[in-house]
């Protein structure tokens, strides 16, 4: 499965990098915003991305809404210090399948990931 | 400074370093920050703005936070290394989206953080603002949270 980590922190995208290897998946793609995830979401083709919301240049959110406007379907996991419910409102508004707030356990990742895969498979 | 918004960083940079690095941290007294109170080697320092403005600042000494990232990222880096600053950076970013998540019925949006490297600086944040240091100590030294935030005027009443 082709996972793409958008976080501009390389320390959090490395953390989520470890997590996922342990489950097993290692084809993996980084961006650090949102502007960089469009430009590689294409060639990449994506089944799941995990992005955060607060990054330069283009926040999570616009991304998820520019990513959705674009047709893709692929699940998206917000992985965010925005905790607020509102937040997470608009979030799944916007297109968001799951939530995950930092800090987070690499137990609750694993957990939310695998949640959100099967809902998306049943 | 309304005084409940301190309660939140308290929890907040407990619950991050409890979770993210299995770092207990025992909180002393918060305490009014005077200018020319002792520097800072390594600082994080993010802005809020919204219905809550001003800035809050992680601050370590050089050997504190050089054993806090090592834990953080799994790696021994030095204080110039840009993934160091990245590091810390994204530790003053979860501290204060846990705190402002307790900001109860306050729309508050926090700012991509900034890091300082430089022996015993000091952080000036608005003359308008008081600032409260949040003396922490943990098995890798001790550390402070500098919060410099007060409510916007034309924001709905009382932190919670």
Known sequence: ?122 | MDQSYIIPFVKSVQNVFETMLQLPVQIGQPELKHPGDSGHDVSAIIGMSGDVEGSVVLSFPTATATRVVAIFTGTELEAEDEDFADAVGELVNMVSGGAKAQFSGKDVTISCPSVVVGQSHQVYGRKDVVAISIPCESDCGAFNVEVSIRQNADAPATAK
Do not use: H
């Open chain 1, 1 to 122: 499965m082709k996972v793409m980590l958008v976080d501009d922190s390389k320390t959090m995208r490395n953390i989520q990098k470890g997590i996922l290897t342990q489950l097993g998946y290692t084809d993996l793609e980084e961006a650090c915003d949102g502007l960089d995830a469009l430009s590689k979401v294409g060639a990449f083709q994506p089944e799941l991305l995990l992005v955060d919301w607060n990054m330069p240049n283009m926040d999570g959110l616009t991304f998820v809404k520019k990513f959705r406007e674009q047709g893709n379907k692929a699940p998206v996991i917000m992985v965010t210090t925005e905790a607020e419910k509102s937040r997470v409102v608009e979030a799944i508004k916007a297109g968001v399948n799951n939530y995950v707030v930092k800090p987070f356990t690499p137990d609750l990742l694993g957990e939310r990931i695998k949640e959100t895969l099967s809902r998306i498979a049943a």
